[in-house]
């Protein structure tokens, strides 16, 4: 057998570039005459805004420390031991840089057994431990915590997750198995799946204490002080810990059951980590921490050498690092300062973007319409947001006055827009009313000012044509809720310059919104995709096959919602307006559904009641359904809907809409909500052989979103 240091050792070499975290040891004098103490602090070196990690070096680094502290321990020279991490951070987990470095299943399981081994430490010492959870603690950051006597939080904690499922593993050094056995099975189950498969929910430092993880909650001010005034009086035994009993029956099975359920409704099979995770929930139930530690081990190890955790990974880096840097734009230097912020409508989507743009620029920002009405409605809209988020004490009466006066309407563009810096058009989805628009503004707006578009599907370039100044015209498509989905498409067209689209840029970052480079091409990326898709599936309807088989034959795919349920979101009357669009530009590959005209036409919403809370088919819209009589099986439309999806994004990747398939990628997970573990589209298609069956050729090399050869 080898030994740990062996096994970190190895898994070191396999990973040169390592940010070490060093575990340093100092020792105190606990208030009270309660002893002397080791307190341990995890500390990379760097500021918070690197984050302490656990690679294999880090690992060995604590066991250094661990090993001290043993000795200190058993030769009865300190009284306990404490655990903390630098400001703002107390550590985030493993580091998958190293993960995705990993080529063989046994030294993927060196990894997992290398962390229990060492953390496995802190909980077999002479004397009671602490861990004192002082800022961001995630993963691995979370499970050290877990195998110490006792924990802290600080108030301030802004982020306190076990991750790991969302990104396609499962909490493998003592999460799966201790978890449920200190906050009881339900709660468990809540934090590790419920909230992973959230969109990776984090939890404030109050929920932390709540849910019984951390026996004391401090302010973050003097929050290590505090704690060690508290670890004084638990060691002389004035302040007990008193902890529910974890009920090992009916509703252990029954939290494990919630899990299975919230998985399927999430991932629908499709992936293996929330099951693996709710295995070693499952089985946790007998107290055995070690068989959970070994069920965890092989999990992680089987996990790490399979596709959905490299895709998740990816899928993590595409959102943490290009989306940050988004590729092709240009400098930042040429960027020109917005200090006015112009936006043409008040409808619903107009004053969304100017709630977005007031809260994030905090610039006047002036809306326009046809008449007063729908002016002072769209204001109105806007001061009612303002109104909820004082409620929520998310701002205070101060900065809402300050919003408020902030956003204005005016009838007249000349009044509003002359001084404006950057103006937005949200109007009807038609060429000649956004020409039109655009005439009006540029004749009113200063020469400088950045004209943006925020149409779905028009050609960027076409509705600059008519203008005398088209380079400064960009397209700035925003997805629907625009405060939920970060994707912001920025598009452009043939004559836009660089300074215009650098401005647009910066802007977009400001927004917090994650943008991505388009060239101006039908629909873009996420409608061009989604339409294709949605088309594929409208079209084995018309041909004859049942609408719930062609809604279950993607259920594989885990997207957040089925075809037709998105449809209904989107509003069939737009996904018919759009898939016309692509029916003209590209008349062989989209089609415009007779069925879904016929929906429109009858003013239906969608294609489902919710009577009995569930979707069915809506009787009126069954009637209205004219089919043929080919009807397909789940898997056969499964591969045609795939083989469309392919096809369209290989030719927009030869087209250059983007500059590589990351990009196609990233849209589709931050714009629609595609799924981490899939990576977006790219690796799922390229892992189910769809890629070079259709194109003759795998859109991601290999090793990227994949186990390296």
Known sequence: MSTTAELLKGAAALFPDEVVTQAHVRHLELPFGAGRFALITLDNGLDHTK?????????????????????????GDI????????????????????????????????????????????????????AYYNGAAMGGGVEVGLHCTYRTVSQAIPAFSLPEVFLGLVPGWGGCALLP??????RAVSVIIENSL????????????????????????????????????VL???????????????????AVAKGRFIADSKVHGAAPAAYRALEIIEAAKSGDLQAGFDAEDKALADLIMGGELRSGIYAFNLVQKRGKRPAGAPSKDLARPVTKVGVVGAGLMASQLALLFLRRLEVPVVLTDIDQERIDKGVGYVHAEIDKLLLKSRINQDKANRLKALVTGSLDKAAGFSDADFVIEAVFEEM???????????????????????????????????????????GFHFFNPVAVLPLLEIVRGE????????????????????????????????????????????????????????EKAVEPLGLPMSPLVLLELVGPAIGLHVSETLNRSFPDRFTVSP???????????????????????????????????????????????????????????????????????????????????????????????????????????????SVPA
């Open 198 to 233: 959230n969109q990776n929910k984090q939890l404030k430092g109050k929920q932390v204490y709540e849910l019984g993880i951390a026996d004391a909650i401090f302010e973050g001010a003097d929050f290590l002080e505090q704690s060690l005034i508290w670890t004084a009086s």
């Open 495 to 550: 004559k836009t310059d660089d300074a215009s689209l650098a401005t647009a840029f910066g802007v977009a970052k400001k927004l917090k919104k994650t943008a991505v480079l388009v060239k101006d091409a039908p629909a873009f990326v996420v409608n061009r995709i989604l339409t294709r898709f949605m088309g594929e599936i409208q079209n084995v309807i018309d041909e004859g096959t049942p609408v719930a088989v062609a």
């Open 79 to 130: 009284v306990g031991v404490g655990l903390t991490g630098k400001p703002f951070i107390f550590a985030v987990g493993a580091d998958l840089k190293g993960v995705e470095l990993l080529k063989t299943h046994e030294d993927a399981l060196a990894i997992g057994k290398g962390g229990h081994d060492v953390f496995k430490r802190l909980s077999a010492l002479a004397v009671p431990t602490f």
């Open 236 to 254: 002389k035994g004035e302040i007990k810990i008193e902890r529910a009993e974890i009920d090992r029956g009916e509703a252990w099975d029954q």
């Open 181 to 186: 056995n200190l906050i009881g099975a339900e």
């Open 595 to 705: 069925n879904l005209a016929a929906v429109v036409k009858a003013g239906k919403r969608g294609f489902y009641v919710y009577d009995s809370g569930k979707p069915e088919l809506d009787p009126e819209v069954a009637a209205l359904l004219v089919q043929g009589d080919v009807v397909l099986t789940e898997e056969q439309v499964r591969a045609r809907v795939l083989d469309a999806v392919a096809q369209e994004i290989g030719l927009m990747l030869d087209e250059g809409v983007v500059a590589e398939a990351q990009d196609i990628d990233l849209c589709l997970i931050t714009g629609a909500g595609w799924p981490f573990h899939l990576g977006g589209v790219t690796p799922y298609l390229d892992r189910e052989g769809v890629s070079e069956r259709v194109n003759g050729k795998r859109f991601l090399a290999a090793g990227v979103a």
């Open 51 to 75: 984050p302490t990690t656990f690679g294999p070096q880090s690992l060995a680094n604590l066991d250094v420390a661990i090993s001290q502290v043993e000795a200190e321990a058993a030769a």
């Open 432 to 474: 000649g009313v956004k020409q039109q628009v655009f005439a009006e503004v540029e004749a009113v707006a200063p020469a400088h000012a950045i004209l943006a578009t925020n149409t779905s599907s028009l050609s960027v370039s076409e509705m600059a044509s008519k203008l005398k100044h088209p380079e400064r015209v960009v």
